[in-house]
């Protein structure tokens, strides 16, 4: 990030940390820039054998960002959309253990370096996704998902290409959970404060006061965002933009298969035999509660939590599990088989 901020304000010119997977060595990033740059950039000695006027890259979509060099082999690709903050950085080990030999796609936010401003509508995120979708693969059948929050939009590309007509043999979510989570009860919310004061003893009551108080001076702000000592991208505005979509984001039932990749269930508080609620005053669901949208789901445990099951060394279990999955898809081509095959 420091890199970046340092090409931001040497020649005017602001790239998504993702332009890393398109030129991944300084001198190709070197040459990114000088396309695009208002000042030209100081030549550069070019390596031996190679000529000074080497083609320079160029960034070629708003979403789609090749996880593997040379956009990889000849397996139908996959596309998956990036969480809630846009960038497909965190997924980039994912790619690599994937292999190289299918196509991976990662689809991120727009407005990441504030060239257009986010998406406030998920259905509008999925069409102009699938736009660019459609560039660099023809007919399908479509192996799509996301991570976090970006499998809504995920759900929402698949609906989107279902009603054109097309075939999805795939739908994968990484720990996805549904745009509106049900609302904890009153019971189950006094039950939360009831544990609390049993663990924390008579001091629990100021703590909880002091916090509360904290929170409503930060309401009473306006949620002011202080500005962070080094640069942080847009991260504030796509966050804002995301929780406005999914506010207003109309669900649908998905009657294709559905395979949902989620780590351990952690509970924090048993406020009923069997019934947790997480740290996150949410409540914990086996199936993160997508059956009654999706009847044709499939659940797969993986290792690690929310954020560390797509990173070292947790994710070597998902991406033996996925590559399955994805295999199944690709070599049917029919949701329906791939879906039992994966599941047998």
Same mark, same amino acid.
């Given at each position: 990030m420091r890199l970046f901020a340092a090409v931001k304000r040497g020649w005017g010119v602001e790239f998504p940390i993702s332009v890393l997977f398109e030129a991944p060595t300084l001198r190709a990033l070197a040459r990114l820039i000088d396309s695009r740059a208002a000042a030209p950039v100081p030549s550069a000695v070019p390596a031996a054998g190679q000529p000074a006027t080497a083609a320079r890259p160029a960034q070629r979509f708003t979403h789609l960002v090749p996880m593997h060099p040379g956009e990889g082999g000849p397996q139908p690709p996959f596309f998956l959309v990036a969480g809630m903050f846009g960038n497909v950085l965190n997924l980039r080990h994912l790619a690599h253990l994937l292999g190289p030999e299918r196509p @991976?796609?990662? =689809? +991120?936010?727009?407005? =990441?370096?504030?060239?257009?401003?986010? /998406?406030?509508? =998920?259905?509008? %995120?999925?069409?102009?996704?699938?736009?660019?979708?459609? +560039?660099? /693969?023809?007919?399908?059948?479509?192996?799509?998902?996301? @991570?976090?929050?970006?499998?809504?939009?995920?759900?929402?590309? %698949?609906?989107?290409?279902?009603?054109?007509?097309?075939?999805? %043999?795939?739908?994968?979510?990484?720990?996805?959970? =549904?745009?509106?989570?049900?609302?904890?009860?009153?019971?189950?919310?006094?039950?939360? +404060?009831?544990?609390? #004061?049993?663990?924390?003893?008579?001091v629990y009551p100021l703590r909880w006061a002091v916090r509360r108080a904290r929170w409503e001076m930060a309401r009473l702000r306006g949620h002011r965002i202080e500005t962070p000592a080094e640069p942080a991208f847009h991260d504030a505005a796509i966050e804002a933009a995301f929780r406005a979509a999914i506010a207003t984001y109309p669900m649908r039932v998905w009657e294709g298969p559905l395979t949902l990749f989620r780590?351990?269930?952690?509970?924090?508080?048993?406020?009923?035999?069997?019934?947790?609620?997480?740290?996150?005053?949410?409540?914990?669901?086996?199936?993160?509660?997508?059956?009654?949208?999706?009847?044709?789901? +499939?659940?797969?445990?993986?290792?690690?939590?929310?954020?560390?099951?797509?990173?070292?060394?947790?994710?070597?279990?998902?991406?033996?599990? #996925?590559?399955?999955?994805?295999?199944?898809?690709?070599?049917t081509g029919d949701p329906a088989a791939a879906w039992q095959e994966a599941a047998e």
């Open positions: @991976f796609w990662g =689809l +991120q936010a727009r407005g =990441l370096t504030g060239e257009a401003p986010p /998406h406030v509508s =998920l259905v509008e %995120a999925a069409s102009d996704m699938i736009a660019e979708m459609r +560039q660099v /693969h023809r007919g399908g059948p479509w192996l799509v998902g996301g @991570f976090s929050g970006g499998g809504i939009t995920a759900v929402e590309i %698949a609906h989107q290409l279902r009603d054109a007509g097309e075939t999805v %043999a795939a739908v994968i979510l990484l720990d996805t959970p =549904l745009p509106r989570r049900r609302p904890l009860t009153l019971r189950d919310r006094a039950m939360i +404060q009831w544990l609390e #004061l049993k663990e924390q003893g008579p780590p351990p269930l952690r509970g924090r508080w048993e406020v009923a035999p069997g019934r947790w609620i997480s740290s996150e005053r949410s409540y914990l669901l086996p199936d993160n509660d997508w059956t009654p949208w999706a009847p044709r789901l +499939q659940v797969i445990e993986v290792p690690g939590d929310h954020d560390s099951m797509v990173l070292e060394p947790h994710v070597r279990v998902l991406a033996a599990r #996925l590559r399955r999955v994805l295999a199944a898809a690709s070599r």
